[in-house]
């Protein structure tokens, strides 16, 4: 098991380092759209992990590799791409597409096998997509 993620939480504003991947997965949970609506976990220089969100009970999911070489993707849903909402993170009205915006009790099993594993794997009902930074 991973147990050495650093986070970072817009509830606490510092960042936590020798953080558990349950702690992790606890405050991905928490997040409720107002007060709680940012974690950053690392692990390393490996990989990152941002979930952020959570009004409405969606939230935006991105995972990031940094080796061998740097890639993004965001966790989507099978809906049009030209449809757009609205996510609350660290105060600000955000737009993503509304394929981009996951039902939180969909994003925290897939979050757990990530932060256990550090490995995006192939998500059930959900896909991975990259994006061009």
């Known amino acids: 098991m991973l147990n050495d993620w650093r986070m970072y939480t817009d509830e606490t504003g510092t960042e ?5 991947w349950h702690e992790v997965l606890k405050a991905i949970a ?21 979930v952020a969100g959570g009004n409405q009970g969606l939230v935006l999911v991105q995972w990031k590799e940094h080796e061998p070489v740097e890639r993004h993707y ?7 791409a030209a449809v757009m909402t609205t996510l609350t993170i660290e105060g ?3 737009a993503f597409p509304a394929a981009w915006c996951v039902p939180l009790e969909q994003a ?4 757990g096998d990530i932060l256990r594993t550090c490995e995006k794997g192939e998500p059930n009902g959900l896909t991975w997509q990259p994006v061009e930074m």
């Open 30 to 50: 928490q997040l409720d759209g107002t007060t709680r609506t940012l974690v950053h976990a690392a692990y390393g220089d490996h990989v990152d992990l941002v």
């Open 108 to 111: 925290i099993p897939v979050c």
């Open 74 to 80: 965001v966790l989507a849903q099978d809906k049009p």
């Open 16 to 20: 936590q380092n020798h953080t558990a």
């Open 92 to 94: 600000s009205e955000v």
